[in-house]
């Protein structure tokens, strides 16, 4: 008992020492404290093992594959560059086939930027997949001209043009529908802001043999006689002579 009382005694005392007020607990009660603490530290490190092994276990099931965190990135890249911009959102392409090239071209960069904006946006409401307009360098032309045809004829003045071009590119797209579209942009078009279209036509195959017979008929046609393409028919020429 005195070694219990003396060990409480310091325990108060540096307790004291410390500025905390201590609870009343008896000898045996304090070291018996001691005992489950020291027995609930070797559990609670052994506890926090586990945790710790059954946390990084949980975090690398629940963790996707890297593939899909940079697929959910660049997709959110994209949608907030969207929502930047104001541009529409860009349509899958099934097929990837180019069906028509769009050239706009401004000496004033603001009526151009607004005429593409709005060209995409007419291609997102047909459903034509469309890619972003892309920035051409710009064309830089100096002019010399007379300052005055009469009395300051000799003196010159010089001016620079700027012309800014952005191209758009259709895809998979039916020629109607494609026809439809420049027709509306054509409607609606702003002042100070050309266009320049190329478009792509498929055609079937043995188009080549047509449009040889084509030019053949143009020939009758022109020469009023009747052109036979086959050797063994007749021995007469084009001029209408015999062959010797």
């Not at 959910?72 to 099934?94: E, F, M, N, Y």
């Not at 036509?201 to 017979?213: D, H, S, T, Y």
């Amino acid at each position: 008992m005195s070694v219990s009382r003396t060990v409480l005694g310091l325990a108060t005392s540096s307790v004291k020492a410390a500025g905390v007020v201590p609870r009343a607990v008896s000898a045996a009660g304090w070291v018996g404290r001691m005992g489950v603490d020291r027995s609930f530290s070797s559990s609670s490190r052994c506890g926090e093992a586990n945790a710790e092994s059954s946390t990084s276990s949980s975090a690398s099931a629940s963790t996707p594959p890297a593939r899909t965190q940079s697929t959910s990135s660049s997709k959110s890249s994209i949608s907030r560059q969207d929502s930047l911009t104001g541009l529409p959102p860009v349509l899958p392409r099934p097929h990837g086939i180019q069906v028509a090239q769009i050239k706009l071209y401004s000496h004033t960069a603001e009526p151009l930027e607004r005429f593409s904006h709005f060209a995409l946006h007419t291609a997102h409401s047909l459903n034509i997949p469309a890619s972003r307009p892309a920035s051409l360098p710009m064309n830089r032309s100096l002019y010399t001209v007379p300052k005055s045809p009469f009395v300051h004829k000799k003196a010159q003045e010089n001016f620079e043009s700027r012309k800014y071009t952005k191209v758009i590119v259709l895809y998979d797209a039916h020629p109607r529908v494609v026809d439809m579209y420049l027709r509306y942009l054509t409607q609606n078009s702003i002042a100070g802001v050309g266009m320049k279209v190329k478009t792509h036509e498929f055609l079937e195959l043995g188009v080549g043999k047509g449009e040889v017979l084509k030019q053949v008929e143009g020939l009758k046609r022109d020469l009023g006689e009747d052109v036979k393409v086959d050797k063994g028919e007749s021995g007469e020429g084009v001029d209408g002579g015999k062959k010797d």
